[in-house]
Structure formats: structure tokens, C-alpha cells
């Protein structure tokens, strides 16, 4: 039986970074395993760089170790870490050409014949015709594509990216993800990307660490982050989710009855990470993609057995693939609805009834005493990102 190999696993174990009284990173575990597209994500100044700079030996940790394979490496400088690290940078050299930026790893440690592998490098992040360009005659994309390929051609065990695609425009970024995301697949060694883009951790990792105030709130795929977050910070900063205040009513085999707002609602057990004592406290959380939204006058062919809350349309935004209402309601008061544009009810306009109403399997229940607005990005906030 061939055994896994684990070469390339990363392992911080009870790693911390303080300055003075504040802490930047509380003690983390955490295993990358090789292979593997891993994200920390966060917001500005939740400890993700920190962590990065920690793994590439550029920030000593206050305490606890880190291991790449079987090597502890906490005390070994920079350059003798199998790592190598992209930053949003480039940190390009302005009057060497492509090639030579690429072959400067190579050159630098005495290799003479550095032909074939510049070429092959180049030719996987798809820069073969532009090898003797200067990096101002090549596109953010493409420099950034140089940066990597410099990066890779040292056969690092790991490539951190710190905020890889951050000074790219938003087509741009787009493209490059996806891109980032065949490189890794093409090499297989693994990559750790640190980023405060949502969607951006979303579309290129296998598993999304979400950091928040130096400690990992929740680890997964990105798909069970966004099904099942386990905490209003998770629930709030991957996409957008209504959040009712609701108490316990009934609770019967694999159901959990709440009363919100005069009404009841029904969540599944399993999908709910509160404590569930009669009477106690729960925020019943769904996503605005999950909701329908009926006109009050057609409210009689709702099917039962669904969940169902009243309101009136408060506003809405058409932006093409969806309509973005926001919905006045006595459980929650601005329960966002994004209907997908495919038949558009034209009595659906601000000041109209709704029923508001969804499958109860796409309910998820979090701990009511925590700040329910955790997560929630204000504007401006994005700036200083």
C-alpha cells in the first residue's frame, strides 16, 4: 500500500505572535496538507499575513513551532525553508527581461543551465512569447504570472501568496483565479493564499480557514463554510445571511420548532449549533438565494410544510441575474430576498405584501448570545483592506 505523501504538509502547532500587549496571532493549530489550495481569509488585521510571514520565517513566533513534512523549521531563516513567497507586490526586477527574472533563483545558486527549465516554467503560466520583455511592457496579470513562475521554477514544497491579486482590476482578478488555480493542479505542491476577498478564497481554494481578531473562527470547504457556518462572523463576512431572533418551542426527532415574530419555524437538529433548551434563545439564519417571494394575494398556493414569514418590500435592485429586494418584516427588520431572473412578478415593487417563504432544510441555527452584525462589512471598511 503507497503511503501519503506528506512532504509538503505544513503544521503550525500552538503558534502565536504578540507585539507588546496586543496579539496579532493567539495560539493556532493548523495542518495544510500537501497538495492542498488552502486560504486564510479575513479582514484587515485579523493575524492572516501575520500567520503567512510566521510559515515563510519573515515574522518569529512568540511561541509554538512550524513544520513543513517532518522538518521543524521555526528557527531556520528564510531562504532555508523550502517555501517561496508571492507577493501583491511582484517585487519584479525592472531591468532584467522576463527570462532572467525567472532564472534568477537558478543563476543565483550556481546553476549554469537554466534553458529548459525558464522555458518550461514560462510555458506553464502561459508566457512563452513575451520571455524578453522588460516587466513595465507586461500587463498586472502577466507580471504577476512572472512573479509565480519565478517562485515555482525553485521547487518550493509551498507557495505562500500574500494578497496575490489585490492591485488587479476586477476582470483581471477574475481570470487570474482561475489561473492560480490550473497552476496548482499543474504542479500539485501546495499553495497558501491569504486574501480578504470572499469570493476570491471561494472560487480557488480546496480548504478556507476564516480568521477574525488572530484565531481561525472556522475551517472547511468552501461550500460547507457557506452552508453551515458555525458563528454570526462566518454566517455575515462569506456572502449575506438573514438572522432572526427566535426561542425554542418544540423540539421533536430531527426537528427544532421556534416561535419568531407571532410565527413558528421549523429547523433541522442536525443544522443547528445552539444550545436548544425550551424557551431558550437561538438566531435562525438563512441565505437570501434560499428565499422565495410570493405576492400576500397568491399566498394560498404556497405549499405547506414550508417555512413562511410576512413583509412588505422595502426596496429592490435589479442587477441583472437577480433582483435584490430587501423586505420589511415583524422577525427581522431588513430580511434580504435575491430572486433569480427568470419570471419577474411585476407587483413585486416597494410597498407590495410578501410572503416570504423557503424549505426548511436550508435553515441553519447559531448561539443567540453572540453580536448578531459580526462579520457584517460597512462601507469604507473595504478601503483600508
Given amino acids: ?23 496579532a496571532v493567539h495560539p493556532l493549530d493548523l495542518t495544510v496538507p500537501q497538495g492542498s489550495f488552502f486560504a486564510l481569509l479575513g479582514a484587515s488585521g485579523c493575524g492572516k499575513t501575520t500567520t503567512l510571514r510566521m510559515i515563510a520565517g519573515l515574522e518569529e513566533p512568540t511561541s509554538g513551532s512550524v513544520s513543513l513534512g517532518d522538518q521543524d523549521v521555526t528557527n531556520l531563516p528564510p531562504y532555508k525553508r523550502p517555501v517561496n513567497t508571492v507577493f501583491q507586490s511582484y517585487a519584479l526586477f525592472p531591468h532584467l527581461d522576463i527570462f532572467e527574472n525567472v532564472a534568477f533563483g537558478l543563476r543565483r545558486r550556481g546553476i549554469k543551465s537554466v534553458k529548459k527549465q525558464v522555458e518550461e516554467m514560462l510555458e506553464l503560466v502561459q508566457l512563452g512569447e513575451q520571455a524578453r520583455k522588460k516587466p513595465h511592457q507586461l500587463s498586472g496579470g502577466q507580471q504577476q504570472r512572472v512573479a509565480v513562475a519565478r517562485a515555482l521554477i525553485n521547487h518550493p514544497k509551498v507557495l505562500l501568496l500574500d494578497e496575490p491579486l489585490g492591485a488587479l482590476d476586477l476582470k483581471l482578478r477574475r481570470q487570474m483565479q482561475l489561473e492560480l488555480k490550473r497552476i496548482q493542479t499543474e504542479v500539485g505542491i501546495t499553495f497558501i493564499h491569504v486574501t480578504h476577498d470572499q469570493e476570491e478564497a471561494m472560487t480557488m ?152 417563504h423557503w424549505n426548511p432544510a436550508h435553515t441553519f441555527g447559531l448561539d443567540a448570545t453572540q453580536d448578531i452584525d459580526a462579520g457584517v462589512e460597512t462601507v469604507g471598511e473595504e478601503a483600508s483592506a
Fill in 1 to 23: 500500500m503507497m503511503t501519503k505523501d506528506t512532504s509538503g504538509d505544513v503544521r503550525l502547532s500552538g503558534i502565536s505572535k504578540t507585539y507588546g500587549s496586543f496579539t
Fill in 205 to 356: 481554494a480546496d480548504t478556507v480557514a476564516v480568521m477574525n481578531a488572530g484565531r481561525v473562527e472556522q475551517l472547511g470547504s468552501p461550500a460547507d463554510l457557506y452552508e453551515n457556518p458555525n458563528t454570526t462572523f462566518v454566517a455575515n463576512f462569506l456572502g449575506t445571511s438573514n438572522l432572526i431572533e427566535a426561542e425554542v418551542d418544540t423540539k421533536s426527532g430531527d426537528e427544532i420548532v421556534l416561535k419568531a415574530g407571532g410565527g413558528k419555524l421549523s429547523l433541522p437538529a442536525a443544522r443547528c449549533s445552539a444550545p436548544t433548551t425550551t424557551g431558550g434563545k437561538v438566531l435562525v439564519g438563512i441565505r437570501p438565494e434560499k428565499i422565495s417571494l410570493t405576492h400576500a394575494d397568491d399566498a394560498g398556493g404556497i405549499p405547506e410544510g414550508r417555512n413562511r414569514i410576512t413583509g412588505k418590500i422595502a426596496d429592490s435592485s435589479f442587477i441583472g441575474v437577480s433582483t435584490q429586494y430587501v423586505i420589511d418584516s415583524p422577525v427581522c427588520p431588513e430580511f434580504e430576498v435575491y430572486a433569480q431572473n427568470i419570471d419577474r412578478d411585476a407587483r413585486l415593487i416597494p410597498g407590495a405584501d410578501v410572503v416570504l
